[in-house]
């Protein structure tokens, strides 16, 4: 396989992740972390005398962020990305909770769209290591690895993926390929071919990600395999 091919699929694969995460899904994923923030702090039994003042002053000011990130939303969507990108940096650095974290994965995603690998990187490191809800942070660390396969260490890049494999994870598909991929690219093709059958036939992995390991589980079988073997890649 050639380095373009490698790259065609990393690509295939990050373009996945975004669909999957379109500005939509951003809205109603975090529009629900607040949801239950805000209600689990309104569970707690009040004790200090003014509590109930402060906590109804925080909901409102969590409506108000949710309001500046769909306003901001809408200026992207509409064309006016600037603006709106402008918007996301203030709500991230002013914000609280789910919404300053989706507000600054966006960022993180215009940069990489715009081909500012270094500042989508840096972004990405930021949300990884901050106090964001575990589905964004997870995502980070998706994120990072797919724009740093082939620049960073490939066993340091598999150790911190891996956890994102686990079996009911979220992410667990797009972090099994890119294993997949890194075992490839060491030259460990009878693992990477392991990984690769075990995607192309898991009936619940989604489309686009068993397409590709079929298509790799036919590049990883050895030259004398028997025919049928390989026609089921």
Sequence with gaps: MSASDKNTEGDLLLQEVDEELRHE?????????????????????????????????????????????????????????????????????????????????????????????????????????????PMLRDLAVLKLALLTLDSADPAALEKRVAPLTAPGAVWHYAASEIVAMLAFRAGDHQRAQTLYKQLAEDPAAPQGIRARAAEMLAVTLPADAPSDEKSKG
């Design 25 to 133: 899904q951003y809205l109603r994923l975090w529009a629900r972390y607040g949801n239950y923030i805000i209600g689990a702090g309104l569970a707690v039994v009040v004790l200090v005398a003014g509590y109930q003042g402060w906590q109804s002053w925080q909901t409102k000011q969590r409506q108000d962020e949710a309001a500046r990130f769909s306003a901001a939303q809408e200026m992207i969507l509409n064309g006016d990305r600037k603006a709106g990108l402008d918007a996301m940096a203030q709500l991230a650095a002013e914000g609280h909770g789910g919404l300053s974290a989706a507000a600054r994965s966006i960022r993180a995603e215009a940069f990489a769209r715009e081909g500012n690998v270094g500042l989508a990187v840096a972004a990405w490191e930021d949300i990884a290591a901050s106090s964001a809800p």
